[in-house]
């Protein structure tokens, strides 16, 4: 299994930014996906989460209505738009699966950085 983030970067305040998160090693299109966050000195913190077909999906408090996560199942890659960023937007954003083996599995994340 292998799930690798892409597209972080430094946006200014009020700004936008799409990452993605391409999956590898296991059935994709039969799992919920999610984003997490850690901020410095701060604990991981789930972001959006997507259910395996994309009819479902939950956010934060914090990212809702600015965040929209989606998937596409034939490209194995699950999304999170970003809009209206805020500067405690700034963290490390990992991909994450649970699989029905237990297991669970991490990106090796994306750094988004939001400053003037």
């Known amino acids: 299994v292998q799930l690798v983030e892409s597209g972080g970067g430094l946006v200014q305040p009020g700004g936008s930014l799409r990452i993605s998160c391409a999956a590898s090693g296991f059935t994709f299109s039969l799992y919920t996906m999610s984003w997490h966050r850690q901020a410095p000195r701060k604990e991981r913190e789930v972001v959006a989460v997507?259910?395996?077909?994309?009819?479902?999906?939950n956010y934060a408090d914090s990212v809702k209505g600015r965040f929209t996560i989606s998937r596409d199942n034939a490209k194995n890659t699950v999304y999170l738009q970003m809009n209206s960023l805020k500067p405690e937007d700034t963290a490390v954003y990992y991909c994450?699966?649970?699989?029905?083996?237990?297991?669970?599995?991490w990106g090796q994340g994306t750094q988004v950085t939001v400053s003037s």
């Open positions: 997507i259910s395996s077909g994309g009819g479902s999906t």
């Open positions: 994450n699966t649970r699989l029905l083996t237990g297991y669970e599995y």
